[in-house]
């Protein structure tokens, strides 16, 4: 099988910066190479695959508890400080189990639905917090970074649904553990990227390189505490009424806690490891979907006209209106298709696969090049183009499978938080356009998307926030 030799990946990845631009790699070598090739480093070696059927064929071929990617460096930290893994770092039947439970209560659209409330409070608070950055602004308008702004959101969102209690990262004086909070997550930012490093280490090479192993348990010890804090609170919480002989009732954690269908090292696995999972992502493709909306004015009177046609210019919406604008939901598949938070995504093959002509052995590291796939001319036509009508046919949204973009992944080990994101994003984005016109400013530049473990806006986004009349 054709493919980058373990010198020109050694001298792509660590001398010229490769980690920070995986994505461009991806379609780089496609063109090289082909659809399907294979990468080698030393005495490991990665098939990539760039073809959307392959990709279809090696998902839709998958086992009961499918393998991601090595995670060896994860099960090592949580072996040496007696923690549980959770839904990311687990692997088959402790994974089986924790997926069961959690796939209960978060995966379908109408098990998060009960959380609109919640998250439109968050909402109510951010879009405050818009009006008091305008005002504080030079011309009125324009708030600068707003990724720094979707991340508060999407922290204290997410924060809202798994610890079922507000930490106030959208107040103007953010309390002090949510400031810690805040830096905990600071580390986690960086986490992908340690953890890259850590685990390309081999073990025998930590003494002499200890720096990215120390700073990987540095990451997890300050999320695992912090998450901790916050379950301990609630379960607190929660006995507290129990001991009284109150019945209570609430929402994931309430639900995981009293069922006993997880310990609690998996709780707090997997509450932590689910934050880890859920904010980045979430603010990144706000940002995007922002940027995307100011760049294409035309876009967005098309969007607010079917919004306001459809909900009004000040109803607030909850899950139930979100189908009643099928625009807003292409909207934000065509961000991820154009800016796909995790470009590529992993599996280990469990079987001996046949693959575009070749055979993967079983044990064999795949690179799945959703990145590539996205922009690949036969998978959407003109893809360079943010066109979210792409997504609708005869004004409903297009429900076939396209594994060209599979943002969230696909099948038994995709993203458990997809229905969650989805809920986050829609109805803020209705409300950010009935309050807003979204602008460009004069400090606004063209951006461009760099890999920092996750794909991410390459600098700040600045945007002006103009008020509807
Ligand atoms: C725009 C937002 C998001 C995107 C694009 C995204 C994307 C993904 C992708 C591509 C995967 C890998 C799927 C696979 O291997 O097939 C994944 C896994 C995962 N995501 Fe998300 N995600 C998002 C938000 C969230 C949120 C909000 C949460 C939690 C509340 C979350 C929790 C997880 C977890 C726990 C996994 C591992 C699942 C498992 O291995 O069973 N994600 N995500």
Redesign the pocket.
Known sequence: MPGPRTLANLVEFFWKDGFSRIHEIQQKHTQEYGKIFKSHFGLQSVVSIADRDMVAQV?RAEGAA?Q?ADMGSWQEYRQLRGRST???S?EGEQ?LKM?RV?RQR?LKPRDVAIFSGEINQVIADLIKRIYILKSQAEDGETVTNVNDLFFKY?MEG?AT??YESRLGCLETSVPQPTVDYIEALGLMFSMFKTSMYAGAIPRWLRPFIPKPWREFCRSWDGLFKFSQIHVDNKLRDIQCHMDRGESVSGGLLTCLFLSQELTLEEIYA?IT???L???D??S??LSWAVYLLAWHPEVQQTVYREIVKNLGERHVPTAADVPKVPLVRALLKET?RLF???PG???VTQEDLVVGGYLIPKGTQLALC?YATSYADENFPRPREFRPERWLRKGSLDRVDNFGS??????V??????R???L??HLLLIQLLQHFEIKTSSWTKAVPAKTHGLLMPGGPIHMRFVNRK
């Open positions: 998902l499918p991601r959770g839904l990311i687990a994974w997926r959690l978060i999407s997410v649904i798994l997997n490891e689910m934050l999972a859920g904010v992502t979430t990144f493709t991820l796909p938070v995790l995504n992993g599996r959703h599979i943002p969230f992944g696909y099948g080990r995709s993203c458990i938080g997809q969650i994101a989805e986050e994003i």
